[in-house]
């Protein structure tokens, strides 16, 4: 069974490595396993393409000539790209495993290590990127429901997640309480919130500002 059997379909690896033997025996090793992947002899050639819209990460060397990967790992991180990274060397050190980790490194993996190492490590960069995906996805559609509400009905939303009685929004707003209640209701309808903990995390998630006091 490829090992690739339970990653999206549309997933892909990025190998980047100037050594042109390893880079076709990673293409072949990871085509055989199931996965999709795009071969690159340097950094500057990958960004030289389009990063995958989909779920996707890098294998990536260290010691790359010119665009190093701990170099092109930083220029990944200021572009706001989360791309999951594997890194593989056979020169690597402590110190420089340590800093590739806490920028986010998914793996970092000396040579030689076992096909089954490296693989395992992809499955797990690609299911924090189609996780990733995902929540970032979730984001653009809460963020479109919200565009989608009228001005009152944003005031109305950011009341009540800020946990205020309707008696208490009609006050603040100069209006009935039946009116919050009807505003409220359409609020939950267009967000698609089932609850009030639903809602608050919509709010927390689009990072309203207070309402002024």
Known sequence: M????????????????DDSGLRTALGDLLRASGFAAKLFASATDLLAHSMPEGPHCLVLDVLLPG???LELQDHLIEQGMGTPIVFITGHGDIPMSVRA??????EFLTKPFKDTELL??????????AAQHKEDADLRL????????????????????????????????GTTEIMIKVHRRNVMAKMGAKSLPALVRMADRLALDPPPH
């Open 142 to 173: 809460v963020r479109a429901r919200y565009a989608a509400l009228t001005p009152r009905q944003r005031q109305v939303m950011r009341l009540v997640t800020t946990g205020m009685l309707n008696k208490e929004i009609a006050a603040e707003l």
């Open 120 to 129: 395992e490590a992809i499955k797990r960069a690609l299911a924090r990127s």
């Open 67 to 69: 665009f190093g990967g």
């Open 2 to 17: 490829p090992v690739a059997d339970a990653i999206d379909d549309s997933a892909v690896v990025l190998v980047v490595d």
């Open 101 to 106: 980790m806490k920028a986010g490194a998914a």
